[in-house]
């Protein structure tokens, strides 16, 4: 079955520190992965995703995402925060077959000015 | 193009009604997603579902829990008989076809029983 773990629950940072979030998926065949995004009393918005391709992965607001295969992993940097980076992240991913995303707990990042 | 709208934002029920979530997706996305979203746990997946068809409902609860998305109109989620333990925000998401396609979410409905 599919699965998605994000190991950070709560993440205090000041601001212009860098980010990193971990995300690790439990799926053999071919995966799509993303990050969303929740900013308080906000739906979720997609900050970027995975298909194939450049292993590297760019989004919105500077932040980037890198998969590695043999890790499993999709963990979410920015090299320096803000105040309105303060959200909740979401490390999601689906397989090719089509199938529902399926999320992460979610981490809770507090950047503090 | 309009987002993906959900309504009510939000709605008190008291112990034993039924409670209906409309979930209408974005022009031209025939597959929409139901999640629940409880503090600490994250988002749970609940349905999936295309125009008039249920493709994966792992995640829904065996009883009082059902969802639809007719040929027209919204999608429905429907809770008869709710309990203090189903409140919670509820997401809908919608996508295009294509096994690929990103999903766009909804603002939620925050459903509160009383």
């Known amino acids: 079955a599919q699965s998605v773990s994000q190991h950070n629950h709560h993440v205090i940072l000041s601001e212009a520190a860098s980010l990193e979030l971990g995300c690790n998926y439990s799926?053999?065949?071919?995966?799509?992965l993303f990050w969303y995004v929740q900013y308080p009393g906000q739906h979720l918005q997609l900050l970027l995703k995975?298909?194939?391709?450049?292993?590297l992965v760019k989004g919105i607001k500077g932040f980037e995402a890198e998969f590695i295969k043999s890790k499993f992993s999709f963990n979410l940097r920015k090299p320096s925060v803000q105040w309105s980076d303060t959200a909740e992240y979401f490390c999601?991913?689906?397989?090719?077959?089509?199938?529902?995303?399926?999320f992460g707990k979610g981490t809770t990042l507090s950047v503090s000015s | 193009n309009a987002g993906v709208m959900q309504n009510p934002r939000h709605l008190v029920r008291r112990r034993g009604q039924e409670a209906r979530l409309r979930c209408s997706p974005m022009?031209?996305?025939?597959?929409v997603y139901w999640y629940r979203q409880l503090p600490e746990e994250g988002l749970k997946f609940m349905v999936y579902?295309?125009?008039?068809?249920?493709?994966?409902e792992s995640g829904m609860p065996k009883e009082r829990f059902s969802a639809e998305f007719p040929k027209e109109g919204p999608s429905i989620l429907r809770i008869q008989q709710v309990v203090r333990g189903d409140s919670a925000a509820y997401f809908c998401?919608?996508?295009?076809?294509?096994?690929?396609?990103?999903?766009?979410f909804g603002q939620g409905t925050r459903l509160t029983v009383v």
């Open positions: 799926y053999g065949g071919t995966v799509n």
């Open positions: 579902l295309q125009k008039e068809n249920i493709i994966d």
């Open positions: 998401a919608s996508s295009p076809p294509g096994l690929s396609a990103e999903a766009f």
């Open positions: 995975y298909f194939s391709g450049d292993p």
């Open positions: 999601a991913s689906s397989n090719q077959a089509g199938t529902a995303l399926i």
């Open positions: 022009k031209g996305h025939s597959h």
